[in-house]
């Protein structure tokens, strides 16, 4: 029942279009104690699980599972392998698999489904050429029936962590494979080993998952999850208070900015809802271009850096939910602790770089130029995101007074991240990704255009250099030189100002008083629904 007396005024308007959408949606979407309703920004997507966006990575991860799992304790369990032998070079892992393993059509789980997936992956590979591990993977061989052998070309350190992401390593089932064993193609259905099954989809409406009764672990409490197509934080915000969706789970990377800090505070005072503030979970940062417009100027990035008053940034829109970054990764990440020298919030030195460099004011001019090019750039977000619009309100405003024009761009979230790949950016929202990603697998994807990284340091001159380091430091054997080389590589960027710090995010949770097991994921893009159940 919609609590009318409860809702905000300006969610109003939201909460009749949501009445209108809801009539029109079969019964069994909401109201049911054996229904979970979620939302989210958008359809899950085909669910390949070796392919990425529109693949919506929490949805892949409820249908496909990997060999090896990041724990909540930040370690590498046993998942649907075992047990594992590493050789003494360093190079074969022997899997035992897990017997009695079935996909959610009844198709066998064993080593002969391994093999088809990496060979379906490696297939593939220049498009996972982000992730070294791929590259690293000579040969996988059938051992037996649940054995499977996987040699890498080097002893490669990250190897189980990387086993352990959402994707590309996850396992389809055989008979969901397209004809000619290329999942690049597209796949018949997605049919995984997962505790839930992808049952329908509507487009722009809603995504249903049910229990996969063949499921080998403990089945969800729920026997049926509807994820409602909801475009932003206001509408998302009405559906919740109106009684439509029973959780909202975000502000942790892909997740996104669900609702507003501002929302998710006034829930934080408001008995009829549970919140959680997750641990930081990764570096919510700016990269800025040096390669092409102003900002190919070292100068003008590192006086970006130091007019920009990060303090009153995370009081002003976090709320102090957030921490303020000073470099790329946390120091709590492995190698990361390198002890790095912050920019400090100094207008005047900002000032002095850009007149040093040649980029001053006229009288009466409030934006500086040089040589007839004026100091303006464009920073590039996700039009529906209201964090990133309030953190580049904030930048805009702190720039302007240091006289430098800061153009707001608001994309979709697909022509957003074509800018990225393309380097249409002055200054362009990224992140790091969070355990178990940082530092080896974020570092390694710097080296494709894959990401807004790459195209950012493109105007570096010793760009050669720093991939060569990267590539290096991910099969180094010696822990000491792999310090070495990360201080080496963290510092590099660092002095190059590549990158605007701003906080180490979280994540928000706000859910309904008679959910229970609500928690956070092992790593931000895993929402574990399964643990979750209702009161009686």
């Known amino acids: 029942m919609i609590r009318w007396r409860h809702l905000n005024p300006h969610v109003l308007v939201s909460v009749l279009v949501l009445l209108m959408m809801f009539l029109l949606v079969s019964p069994c979407l909401a109201g049911e104690k054996t229904t979970l309703t979620f939302s989210w ?33 930040g370690t590498v369990i046993p998942w649907l392998a075992t047990s594992w032998k590493l050789s003494p070079d360093g190079t074969v892992y022997t899997f035992q698999l897990r017997k009695g393993v079935v996909f959610s059509d009844g198709t066998p789980f064993d080593a002969a489904a391994v093999k088809k997936n990496f060979d379906a992956i490696l297939l593939n590979a220049k498009r996972h050429a982000w992730l070294e591990f791929i590259a690293q993977i000579k040969d996988t061989a059938v051992v037996g029936a649940h054995t499977f052998r996987l040699t890498l070309r080097r002893p490669y350190y990250p190897a189980l962590q990387e086993l352990a992401l959402v994707r590309p390593a996850r396992f ?18 997605p049919i995984g080993t997962g505790p839930w099954v992808l049952a329908e989809s509507k487009l722009g409406e809603y995504d249903r998952f049910v229990q996969n009764d063949r499921y080998w672990g403990p089945k969800p409490a729920f026997a049926a999850l509807v994820v409602k197509v909801i475009g932003d934080g206001n509408t998302r915000a009405a559906a919740f208070e109106a009684g439509e969706i029973d959780l909202i789970y975000g502000g942790g990377g892909h997740s996104g900015a669900q609702i507003s800090l501002d929302t998710f505070k006034r829930y934080q005072g408001d008995p009829r809802y549970t919140t959680q503030v997750s641990p930081p979970l990764l570096s919510r940062v700016l990269a800025l271009n040096t390669k092409s417009g102003p900002t190919r100027d070292l100068a003008v990035r590192k006086a970006i850096l130091q007019a920009v008053d990060k303090d009153a940034l995370v009081r002003g829109i976090f709320l102090d ?42 009288a009466g001019q409030t934006v500086r130029s040089k040589g007839g090019e004026e100091l303006a750039i464009e920073l590039v977000f996700v039009g529906k995101d209201p964090v990133m619009k309030a953190i580049g309100e904030v930048i805009q405003g702190d720039l302007q007074k240091v006289g430098i024009r800061v153009a707001l761009v608001g994309q979709e979230e697909d022509a957003f991240e074509k800018r990225q790949l393309s380097g249409e950016f002055g200054m362009t929202f990224n992140e790091t990704w969070g355990a178990p990603y940082d530092p080896h697998s974020f570092l390694s994807s710097m080296r494709v255009p894959s990401h807004a990284d790459y195209q950012a340091q493109l105007g570096l001159a ?50 309904r008083e008679d959910l229970t097991g609500v928690a956070y994921g092992a790593t931000k893009n895993e929402i574990p629904f399964e643990k979750m159940g209702r009161k009686p």
């Open 321 to 362: 939910t957030e921490r303020r970054a000073d470099t790329l990764f946390a120091p709590m990440f492995p190698y990361c602790d390198v002890k790095l020298a912050p920019y400090a919030f100094v207008p005047a030195t900002a000032e002095k770089l850009l007149d040093g460099a040649g980029w001053t004011r006229a």
């Open 172 to 189: 389809l089932a055989p008979s969901a494979f397209p004809e000619n064993g290329n999942t690049a193609d597209g796949i018949k259905k």
């Open 41 to 73: 920004s958008s359809n899950v997507g085909p669910l390949n699980p070796h392919l990425y966006s529109p693949n919506q990575m929490f949805a892949q991860a409820m249908v496909y599972e990997p060999l090896v799992k990041y724990s909540e304790k």
């Open 462 to 511: 010793m760009k050669p250099e720093l991939d060569a380091k990267i590539g290096e430091v991910l099969v180094s054997t010696d822990r000491t030189k792999r310090q070495r080389l990360y201080t080496e590589i963290l510092s590099l960027l660092h002095a190059q100002a590549v990158y605007l710090p701003i906080s180490y995010q979280v994540g928000t949770i706000v859910h």
